[in-house]
């Protein structure tokens, strides 16, 4: 089937603003993008004038969750290793992969050590011939650092790049927040801020050693952003990403023992956050992510301490993210690289990009729509949202999965 | 209706005045339930000064009763008042079962050891199910912080926090401030070092909270590793070494040492910790010469007090503490029920 979207706003590898073209589609891939009126053999699809953007590519979900991910925009996510069983044997990313097919597309990512215990090396050369297009340690560090430097070098040769999650599980052993007035205050055992930069620091070094790429899934200290933005001035492969709840809260959000509020790495201090908007403004960050982990009552309604991390955020993530385009802080083509493009490279995938030969995988943006947050009211499996009742802006009028209207 | 005023105790206590401020002017408190308008006691954070002076007033009455040879009152006659331990405690909850009983109530108490909760029921279906029983003041102490507060929002009747995690222990500064109060007059002024490992101690946080908010200087004391992070904020002034931190003290306030954190964890051991932040009668001597020795117990003699210090009857209030810990919770059961029981100018 050929398709002709007209009448849109594009945004196009390369412009800045977005662009007044058409977007030609064939079969699941995009033929050209020009100013060519609509021929016959195509169905032309008029997007009233609306942003037209590649479909947001979600790196490091807990949860394939179907209904969020539509409604927030997204047409492929990368599932975290972090599941019951985890995802360390060819035979589950091979399933894994194929779960959402054909109108999402599932990428799981390959558990580092089995069992994600941080010790053995699992199978990574078998899980990337069943699918797997990058290896991931999880919810935790490898406090070992043999063991990950072993891990390095072999991801390397496989050419496969690590997502990894920062934070020195010796510093952050038993904490649920992090060191500042508000732990204090809660009585939450805390762990300093400085846990995660001491983690990217050793991380940094080992990739120093091996020459792999390493993604630092979410970085959100003013001194973790300082070791990333030094390593790739030195030239080092690195990246590293963000999420929506990291740019927009503070630890302020988990007063009142606010488990909605509980996340992992924790909420940091506001001068964290500020360094974190400064990152995202001067290109530091490359990635913005939701984080996805609907998390139901049996999780969330307990004790602070005793509650799971983690916030249903694929719904949010668009709407929040165009904040940082309000704000002035980065231009749409800027965020649509976060969001879409950067994390199709580091899987390796020819999607996030709005040009030809990539994947039909569009989205139609209306970016002025207001609605409101409310946990009650979530396409989410759960709605453990922190943002409970915050009004947002930008809404997804349309989605379409390799040219399919969903 | 007229404010009810109160001579007896002879401290300047809080009235409000036209424009709703607090002034240290007067031994007034507002009307009816405005005096202490909360329906629970989950912390002491956020209370205003005179709230918490209103408790105190009244719970002098309940010391005075303690003391006849009769130690009853109906006042809570018909009222079912739970205790719901979930961590292990002696003497708090034998203060608040003694407290309840002296008021009427019929008083009930739940251990964790014996409750379905070791049986995996979660701490919301506990509440609910207490709720269900038509408690008219839940009693709970719990081993995470923030767990008293969750139950709370779950019930139907008031709850009085008897100590969730590291959080807060109300009962305990309210004790603390009337034992210092009736001993020391004034509380605002007074300068309180408060000793151990604040890190983990609900009762310094709520300590902290009470005593700032009534005006003393009040000062830490520990090992950094014992010390949460930014307590600046908190408007106490931090210190390491102990007779700094005692120069001039009216009151000090030691801590009980948990015994998990006494060996290489926090602190190398238990003799160094006496060597460096036990109160010995010299180290006591840097203090005002009449400053009172505090501690919450239950005490780890010759650890963080020597004993000739702790049984100085002169200098020592801790068994005093213990008294005023039944009065202060009978005035507490007493302020929270009064919505349900409808006293005038409370429901």
Known sequence: ?????????????????????????????????????????????????????????????????????????????????????????????????????????????????????????????????????????????????????????YCRSLDMPVIVHSEDSGLTAGAVATAGETATRLGLSSAPASAEALSIARDIALVRESGAHVHFRQVTTANGLDLIRAAKAEGLPVTCGITPAHLFLSDIA???????????????????????????????????????????????????????????GAETLLALSLNLVRDGLISLSRLFELLS?????????????????????????????????????????????????????????????????? | MPPQSDGSIGLALMTIDQTGSPSTAGHQFPAGSDAFPHRHLLGIAGLQPWEILFLLKEAEQWVDLNRQSSKHTNRLDGLTVINAFFENSTRTLLSFEIAGKRMGADVVNMHAAQSSVKKGETLIDTAVTLNAMRADAIVIRHSSSGAVQLIAGKVDCPVLNAGDGSHEHPTQALLDALTIQRRKGDISGLTVTICGDVMHSRVARS??????????????????????????????????????????????????????????????????????????????ALAKPDALV????????GIEISSDVADDLERSAITEQVEMGVAVRMACLDVLTRRSRNVEGWS
């Open chain 1, 341 to 406: 493009a950067t994390p199709a490279k580091i899987l390796g995938v020819d999607a996030g990009q709005i040009a030809e030969g990539y994947e039909a995988d569009l989205i139609v943006i209306d970016q002025d729509a207001p609605w409101q947050v409310d946990t009650r009211k979530m396409a989410a499996s759960t709605g453990n949202t922190p943002f409970d009742k915050l009004p947002a802006q930008g809404r997804v009028r349309a989605i379409y999965k390799g040219g399919k209207a969903l």
């Open chain 2, 207 to 284: 300590n902290i909270y009470c005593l700032t908010t009534l005006g003393a200087k009040v000062r830490v004391c520990a090992p950094t590793s014992l010390l949460p992070a930014a307590l600046d904020r908190m408007n106490v002034e931090a210190f390491s070494d102990f007779d700094k931190a005692l120069d001039g003290a009216d009151v000090v306030m030691m801590l009980r040492l948990q015994n998990e954190r006494m060996n290489g964890d926090f602190i190398p051991s238990p003799r160094e910790f006496h060597h460096l932040y036990g109160l010995t009668r010299a180290r006591l």
């Open chain 1, 254 to 312: 988990i007063s009142d023992f606010r488990t909605f509020a509980k996340m992992s790495p924790p909420l940091r201090s506001e001068e964290d956050r500020q360094a974190c908007l400064e990152a995202i403004e001067d290109g530091t960050i490359d990635v913005i992510s939701s984080g996805h982990d609907p998390r139901g009552p049996e999780d969330k309604r307990l004790p602070f301490a005793e509650a799971e991390s983690g916030m249903a």
């Open chain 1, 1 to 153: 089937m050929k398709q002709l979207f007209t009448n849109a706003q594009v945004l196009i590898p390369g412009a800045q603003a977005p662009q007044s073209v058409n977007v030609a589609t064939d079969g699941d891939r995009i033929a050209h993008v020009s100013e060519a009126a609509p021929s016959k053999d195509q169905q032309a699809i008029d997007c009233q004038g609306a942003l037209l953007a590649p479909g947001i590519i979600d790196l490091g979900v807990f949860a394939i969750d179907k209904p969020a991910f539509h409604y927030g925009g997204i047409t492929r996510a990368a599932l975290m290793p972090d599941q019951s069983p985890v995802l360390d044997l060819p035979a589950m990313i091979k399933h894994n992969a194929s779960e959402g097919k054909p109108d999402l597309w599932s990428h799981p990512l390959a558990a580092a050590t089995k069992g994600l215990n941080g010790a053995e090396l699992a199978e990574i050369g078998l899980m990337k011939q069943a699918g797997a297009r990058a290896v991931a340690t999880g919810r935790n560090w490898v406090a070992n650092s043999g063991i990950m430097l072993k891990l390095l070098h």
């Open chain 2, 294 to 301: 505090m501690h919450p117990g239950p005490m780890n003699r």
